[in-house]
């Protein structure tokens, strides 16, 4: 069997498609069932000559001289038809087990090419499928992955041509749909496609635009659903929105992968089509780590505390945090709420909490810079408009975080808008010693109580070190972890402490009182409200002694075992995709 996942991560890890690809092809049960992998996609890096990666390995890339004898007459006939540039190698991946395994990475420079037959691919996918690509001819994320599609699609068919297994297409959200699309079109046995949905890129517009966000998109999904009304019935007309357009086409592919509960039901909302389609749930894994020893974790939340004492002078009893990426999906306004909400617990138990949130919408920075900024003005306890500190979605979150620490007695927020948690990325901020594992081995609650989240794999990477996730009901991971927590054990007489929190925003209790003041909004009564319920639910949860994080390490670990890679490659994706190919 071979898979073609298409991606714009094909190199470099970006968000959400990069980790689930990086469990993927390093899962055991993936490598061997899978006998060949490629990863492809639009060529990022035109100009640099390491063009995959700094371990990557070229074999052809005629732009630069580089040849292949086994691939090179095939891949520059296919540059010649269809005006493009391609790069074709091996990119190197560490596995759990200490092993490496190199996927064949085949790019295709899409932006500085000029591509012959674009308009025919394009007139075919409308007489076809009834796609009206001329409506977003000006939109560049469109346009891309239509010039990908068919020099992509011929790239490999050239690089398999010589075996005879089954060739799965996978599309990594809408940017993998036009080469799925066009291999549908071809006759050729072998080749089957299948759209594995991230999200559901219209219900996100949805969420992050309208008032109410998820408290008002989730219960109108259900009542839709249940009415049997589609999504445009409700909404109206998505035509101008590429993204809708093309991920409507997804009914198109052998099989539907949905990687959480909340994305499974946005497809089925999306139309009828999508109500008699087969989607399968295939859930986010979590990658495997061993179980961390109680010992392990008290050093990590030692280091956690040398970091809180040089930032904000004393030692916590707590520590929090929040890993993201700085996007209003994230709602992060309501990690300030929860520890709002916490801190009158805190003072009745005489504790003290630090939580460190890192978050950037910039992009990392140069230690060169965030050492000058912590020399100039105490960066990160203190921070200044302007880049290369705060941009100005950064600025908005800082400015509740200012509020949060002015206002609060028993806890403190330290925002690190940087990617890296250690001294050289912090430019000397934090403790020598100290490095992103001992956050996550650390904390003692990781927040993420997002608006929109398909799944959320940050939100509890730090599970199985014995951390508890605070989650929103939105996020997608929410089932997984219910079935996770009740195969991990326990019995009614003696039920597992929980390893996660959901805040219920989206669904969840609406028999409050009236909004008590006219200047509030219904959504922020409610999102007040369930702030309050989950600051409760996690102070009754968060350990009292060694013997309790002791047994929250064993359960956490358990848990995450059962949300592992392996179990999700031969317990989900293997079977949708073997089910899908039977039909």
């Not at 691919?121 to 346009?143: N, P, T, V």
């Not at 749930?281 to 495997?288: Q, S």
């Amino acid at each position: 069997m071979i898979h073609v996942h298409v991606t714009h991560e094909a190199v470099h890890k970006v968000g959400g498609i990069g980790a689930v690809l990086q469990g993927l092809v390093t899962a055991k049960a993936y490598r061997s069932a899978v006998d060949r992998v490629l990863l492809v996609g639009p060529l990022g890096d035109r100009h640099r000559k390491d063009s995959l990666g700094p371990d990557g390995t070229i074999v052809y890339d005629n732009w630069q001289g580089i040849w292949s004898e086994e691939a090179g007459t095939a891949l520059q006939a296919i540059e010649v038809k269809h005006g493009v540039r391609m790069v074709y190698g091996r990119r190197p991946f560490a596995c759990p087990d200490g092993s490496t395994v190199e996927p064949e990475i085949l790019l295709v420079d899409v932006e500085s090419s000029i591509p012959h037959g674009l308009d025919l691919f394009k007139h075919q996918l409308y007489e076809r499928y009834g796609l009206a690509s001329d409506r977003y001819e000006g939109q560049w994320e469109f346009e891309q992955f239509m010039r990908l599609a068919e020099p992509a699609f011929d790239g490999v068919e050239a690089l398999t041509a010589d075996q005879t297994d089954a060739v799965w297409f996978v599309a990594h959200e809408f940017m993998g749909l036009p080469t799925a699309l066009r291999a549908t079109m071809s006759t050729d046995r072998r080749y089957h496609t299948a759209f594995y949905a991230h999200e559901v890129a219209t219900a996100r517009r949805i969420v992050e635009e309208q008032a109410g966000h998820d408290a008002s998109f989730y219960p109108a999904l259900a009542a839709g659903l249940a009415q049997g009304r589609d999504l445009e019935d409700v909404y109206g007309s998505q035509d101008d929105f590429f993204k809708h357009a093309l991920v409507l086409q997804a009914i198109r592919c052998d099989a539907i992968l949905a990687v959480g509960d909340r994305v499974l039901d946005e497809l089925t909302f999306l139309g009828k089509e999508f109500r008699q389609a087969t989607i399968d749930l295939v859930y986010n894994g979590l990658p495997e780590a061993d179980c961390l020893s109680l010992a392990g974790r008290k050093r990590a939340r030692r280091l956690l505390s040398d970091v809180a004492e040089g930032l904000v002078g004393f030692r916590p009893d707590l520590c929090f945090s929040h890993v993201s990426r700085l996007v209003p999906s994230k709602a992060m306004w309501r990690d300030l709420l929860v520890l709002q909400a916490m801190d009158p617990f805190l003072q009745a138990r005489r504790n003290t909490a630090v939580m460190y949130v890192l978050a950037t919408e910039a992009g990392a920075r140069l230690p060169a810079s965030t050492k000058h900024m912590h020399e100039a003005y105490d960066w990160p306890l203190v921070h200044c408009e302007g880049y290369p500190d705060l941009s100005p979605g950064e600025l908005t979150f800082d400015l509740l975080v200012r509020k949060h620490n002015t206002r609060a007695r028993n806890s403190r927020v330290v925002f690190i808008n940087q990617f890296g948690f250690d001294a050289i990325s912090c430019g000397g901020a934090l403790p020598e010693g100290v490095g992103f594992t001992d956050l996550r081995c650390g904390t003692d609650a990781e927040f993420g109580q997002s608006m929109y989240e398909p799944f959320g794999i940050a939100q509890i990477e730090p599970i199985g070190f014995g951390a508890i996730s605070l989650v929103s009901d939105a996020c997608g991971c929410v089932g997984y972890l219910q079935q996770a927590h009740a195969t991990a054990g326990g019995t009614p007489d003696a039920p597992l402490p929980p390893v996660h929190i959901v805040g219920d925003y989206a669904g969840g209790d609406r028999s409050s009182a009236p909004v008590p003041a006219e200047e509030r909004t219904d959504a922020s009564w409610l999102e007040e409200q369930a702030s309050g319920r989950a600051a409760r639910a996690l102070e009754q949860a968060l350990p009292r002694n060694d013997k309790q994080r002791q047994i929250g390490l064993e359960v956490g670990h358990a848990v995450a075992v059962e949300m592992s890679w392996e179990r999700v490659v031969s317990g989900q994706l293997l079977p949708a995709l073997q089910r899908a190919e039977n039909r």
